[in-house]
């Protein structure tokens, strides 16, 4: 079972037997920037194109629609989809058929399409607007000229009562409205139905079942990869195979900027992996000779039948980061990594010249200040080094817990408190007060503290005894919690309402 949006679950096309649902109605695209015919088709009318191409020859598009998809002045929805299916019949339903259940009176049409086989005659008499039979238009409607589809008007018993002119909230339009009980009418107009059009797919018999196929370690999620010359893509541990889901025109694009992408990463792995050139230039000569073979064939990396084939794929961004690629002309120039050495190994020195580039050594490669780290660095004495770095106001003696730190540290955070602590440990620590001295924030009056109810600093039990005093609820309970960032504030079912909450910003939600 798959959850996700119609248009990107990867799905086999000519493959399933039925597409039955209830397609979202609206006046806007799907977000498909595919090159299907149908890509740009509003959404209900974009489900029939996608469900067209899912069904096998013969298979069965069933879907409730909007009568947009057979009242549309614009019959080129109704052409697309007669050129790929036969209309096996449709049952426009009354305005109001759903407002019981969805709280919408919109007119629906029931739509049963059958897949064409190919080579089978297109029949197209459903594609046109006629007006209204006589005898389909409501006594009481004064409209003579009220258009409907041409298949109604042949087969007016499937149409649930008689068409008017109604108001939809922007014009109005033609209007089924029936009186009657809904549920009997729909059961006879659905015994109209043909019967016998739907014939089973042949069984075929599979020479063999593939195993599952592991996922080489590190194998990025998402990822295409190429085994055994098809096309797989990475799926937790697994490889699942996408070869007979693909076009050969994906297949060939997608197996060759795999392969590019695994020179490049060769490439790249090894410049990381050596300080010398050793073969680095047959990497670069059979990354640039692939990436020639496929551009010849295929075009840029950048374009958009590549981007199409390959955008789901992570490494992607590397593809595009290869190529310096000109839209308007539709060109690419190679990037760096085709001609020299783009990345070096960082590699932790072993002396360096001056105090401050030992401590920077030692910051980086130590994580804190590592006097041993930094006397070996420089040969010379520790007690040099840090009386060195101590006087240039680079370092300072935390007394709280005897360790050195850098100034960006000991001189950052709550100053005061370490202020009071380095005057109390005697003259040796001179420096650390006159620096504190000139870091210290200024005082703020009560009068400018003004504290918000959510603030996170505020303990809860001040909170609670603040509703207590003020509120007089007596039984209010008042929690936070550091994980969700949230207060929870319960009080008496007598009180307005029974629990409130506050966001970690203080507003507060109801």
């Given at each position: 079972m798959h959850i996700a949006p119609f248009e990107k679950v990867a799905?086999?096309?000519?493959?399933f037997d039925l597409v039955i649902g209830n397609v979202p109605f609206g006046n806007y695209p799907a977000a498909d920037a595919g090159p299907k015919p149908y890509a740009r088709f509003r959404i209900h009318n974009y489900f029939f194109g996608r469900a067209l191409d899912l069904v096998r020859p013969g298979g069965l598009v069933c879907f409730i629609t909007s009568t947009g998809t057979?009242?549309?002045?614009?019959?080129?929805?109704?052409?697309?989809?007669?050129?790929?299916?036969e209309?096996?019949?449709?049952?426009?339903?009354?305005?109001?058929?759903?407002?019981?259940?969805?709280?919408t009176d919109v007119q629906t049409d029931m739509l049963f399409l059958r897949k064409r086989h190919p080579g089978e005659a297109v029949s197209g008499a459903w594609m046109e607007r006629v007006l209204v039979p006589d005898g389909l238009r409501h006594p009481r409607c004064p409209h003579k000229y009220l258009q409907i589809n041409a298949w109604y008007a042949s087969n007016p018993a499937f149409c649930i009562g008689q068409v008017t002119q109604e108001s939809n909230g922007y014009e109005e339009v033609p209007t089924v409205m029936f009186e009657g009980d809904l549920e009997p009418a729909l059961a006879e107009r659905i015994a109209l139905l043909p019967s016998g059009v739907y014939t089973p797919a042949k069984p075929v018999v599979l020479a063999s079942v593939r195993a599952a196929v592991p996922a080489e370690p590190g194998a990025r999620p998402g990822s295409f990869r190429v085994h055994h010359g098809r096309v797989h893509r990475v799926e937790g541990a697994e490889l699942v195979d996408l070869h007979d889901s693909l076009n050969a025109t994906q297949r060939?694009?997608?197996?060759?900027?795999?392969?590019?992408?695994?020179?490049?990463?060769?490439?790249?792995?090894?410049?990381?992996?050596?300080?010398?050139?050793?073969?680095?230039?047959?990497?670069?000569?059979?990354?640039?000779?692939?990436?020639?073979r496929y551009v010849s064939r295929h075009g840029c990396l950048s374009t958009r039948a590549n981007a199409l084939a390959f955008r789901r794929d992570p490494d992607y961004p590397l593809l595009l980061s290869l190529e310096h690629y000109a839209e308007e002309s539709d060109t690419a120039r190679k990037a760096a990594l085709f001609t020299q050495r783009t990345l070096r190994r960082v590699?932790?020195?072993?002396?360096?010249?001056?105090?401050?580039?030992?401590?920077?050594?030692?910051v980086q490669w130590r994580g804190r200040v590592d006097p041993g780290y930094m006397a070996r660095l420089l040969s010379a004495p520790q007690e040099e080094v840090l009386a060195a770095?101590?006087?240039?106001?680079?370092?300072?003696?935390?007394?709280?817990?005897?360790?050195?730190?850098?100034?960006?540290?000991?001189?950052?955070?709550?100053?005061?408190?370490?202020?009071?602590?380095?005057?109390?440990?005697?003259?040796?620590?001179?420096?650390?007060?006159?620096?504190?001295?000139?870091?210290?924030?200024?005082?703020?009056?009560?009068?400018?503290?003004?504290?918000?109810?959510?603030?996170?600093?505020i303990p809860a039990g001040d909170v609670e005894a603040f509703i207590h005093d003020v509120l007089e609820l007596k039984d209010c309970k008042v929690s936070y919690s550091a994980e969700a960032g949230a207060w929870s504030v319960t009080y008496p079912n007598g009180a307005r309402g029974t629990t409130s909450r506050w966001p970690r910003n203080g507003a507060r939600r109801g």
């Open positions: 799905l086999p096309e000519n493959w057979m009242e549309a002045r614009d019959d080129a929805v109704r052409e697309y989809v007669a050129s790929q299916a209309l096996l019949g449709a049952i426009r339903l009354p305005r109001g058929a759903f407002a019981g259940l969805a709280s060939a694009r997608i197996a060759g900027m795999c392969a590019i992408r695994d020179h490049a990463r060769a490439l790249l792995d090894a410049q990381l992996a050596q300080d010398g050139d050793e073969g680095l230039a047959q990497l670069r000569a059979m990354l640039g000779g692939t990436y020639d590699s932790a020195p072993t002396a360096v010249a001056e105090p401050t580039e030992a401590l920077a050594a030692s770095l101590s006087e240039a106001g680079q370092i300072f003696l935390d007394p709280a817990d005897d360790a050195w730190k850098t100034a960006d540290d000991y001189l950052s955070g709550n100053v005061k408190a370490r202020l009071k602590q380095a005057a109390l440990s005697g003259p040796a620590l001179r420096r650390n007060v006159e620096a504190l001295e000139r870091v210290q924030p200024e005082d703020l009056p009560p009068a400018s503290i003004e504290p918000r109810l959510g603030a996170v600093w």
